[in-house]
Nanobody, 125 residues
């Protein structure tokens, strides 16, 4: 059974950092690109960033460029979202998703086949 499980969320103050993990099971991570998405209360789901299947390229939405970094360790079947200098507006439930293509897309979340259950990130002072 294909499964993605996010972890690492929590409550932090503005300017602090968190690292989210996405552990996959039931399939081999290196067959999939990985996207990170988030959804705040009352808002639509939005793409945060994504990383290609090989890990040689990553794309980010403008609001997180320079603050967030996506990486992956295919040997450990894990992808990561490092979030630095967090802002109040980053508060949301964060999801990872898998796409069986070599290249990823930070938009069009509907093309991703498999999703995790999400992890809450709250940034407040």
């Amino acid at each position: 059974q294909l499964k993605l499980v996010e972890s690492g969320g929590g409550s932090v103050q503005p300017g602090e950092s968190l690292r989210l993990s996405c552990v996959v099971s039931g399939f081999t991570l290196d067959h999939y690109s990985i996207g990170w998405f988030r959804q705040a209360p009352g808002k639509e789901r939005e793409g945060v960033g994504c990383i290609s299947r090989s890990g040689d390229s990553a794309n980010y939405t403008d609001s997180v460029k320079g603050r967030f970094t996506i990486s992956r360790n295919n040997a450990e079947n894990t992808a990561y979202l490092q979030m630095n200098n967090l802002k109040v507006e980053d508060t949301a439930v964060y999801y990872c998703a898998a796409l069986p293509r070599p290249r990823c897309s930070v938009r069009g979340w509907g093309i991703y086949d498999y999703w995790g259950q999400g992890t809450q990130v709250t940034v407040s002072s």
